[in-house]
């Protein structure tokens, strides 16, 4: 197995390893260490079932299923699908996470890590961009990041002044009557130590003392720092591709750049994570 960096802040790619397959003990540390440490990985050349792909996911941790069945495999809720043929309602496109952003943050545990394999692919375009909100958070001046440290964010479906696109959205804000879940807006890191940037601007209905009006303009101010090139890292999918990426130390986004009469189909699962701090 070979571990290669693919830029300083964030990004790793593995190669020379088939993740059907039996592995040691000690190759699967090293696997969830070069994860924490590189905050995503982009693991080439595997060719999963969905069963396969649910298992390689078993390797970095509990998996858990996404709370809205609509996104889970009839047959196998662990593992759910990323589908582009998807509409809302009225048949219009859905933008499921073209903000940055961070996965499930509405839930009281939600998922340390996302990971994703791609199954049908467009002839361009359709990259997961990935950034790291550590190294965003450092690159915060001091006052602002003092500012931050300590606010906390109110977490529901969707938002009332969510900056979405989907057509869909007033129907899920009403559907959304569980209790607001409160999150930190810096959490800290338990596999690294490291602070960073935590919120899905969704998801947000507000920051406790802050409109939510307001919420939203500080955390698109805050994608500004986190969303530069030197912290970012845009995968574009290939075949056989697995990416797995740290929520707690990155924020992530797909792009609608592609034609919407070609699919884009990937399987999602999720790695249960710890109560936010
Ligand atoms: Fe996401």
Not at 168 to 194: A, H
Not at 196 to 220: C, R, S, W
Not at 239 to 244: C, W
């Amino acid at each position: 197995m070979q571990i290669a960096k693919i830029s300083e802040h964030i990004g790793a790619e593995v190669t020379g390893i088939d993740l059907s397959q039996p592995l040691d003990e000690a190759t699967q540390q090293q696997l969830y260490r070069a994860l924490v440490d590189n905050i995503a990985l982009v693991i080439r050349d595997q060719h999963f079932t969905p069963q396969q792909f649910l298992a390689a996911t078993r390797l970095f941790g509990e998996s858990m299923q996404d709370e809205d069945a609509k996104y889970r495999m009839p047959d196998l809720p662990f593992v759910g699908t990323v589908d582009s043929m998807r509409k809302n309602k009225d048949g219009s496109r859905v933008y499921n996470g073209e903000r940055w952003h961070s996965d499930h943050t509405n839930q009281e545990f939600p998922p340390k890590f996302t990971t994703l394999y791609a199954v049908e692919l467009p002839d361009n375009g359709g990259a997961t961009n990935l950034a790291s909100s550590k190294a965003g958070f450092e690159s915060l001046p001091e006052d602002f990041r003092k500012r931050i440290d300590g606010m906390q964010t109110v977490n529901v479906i969707v938002g009332s002044a969510a900056r979405s696109k989907n057509s869909d959205r007033k129907k899920w804000q009403q559907e959304g009557t569980r209790k607001p879940v409160i999150q930190p807006l810096v959490r800290t890191n338990p596999d690294t130590g490291g602070k960073a940037i935590y919120f899905h601007p969704n998801k947000v209905e507000n920051i406790v003392g802050m409109t939510p009006e307001d919420t939203q303009d500080l955390l698109d101010e805050l994608v500004g720092y986190v969303v530069r090139p030197a912290f970012t890292y845009v995968h574009k999918w290939r075949r056989g591709d697995m990416l797995i990426w740290d929520n707690r130390s990155a924020l992530h986004k797909a792009e609608f750049d592609y034609d919407p009469a070609q699919r884009r189909l990937l399987y999602r699962c999720l790695v249960k994570g710890e109560r936010p701090q």
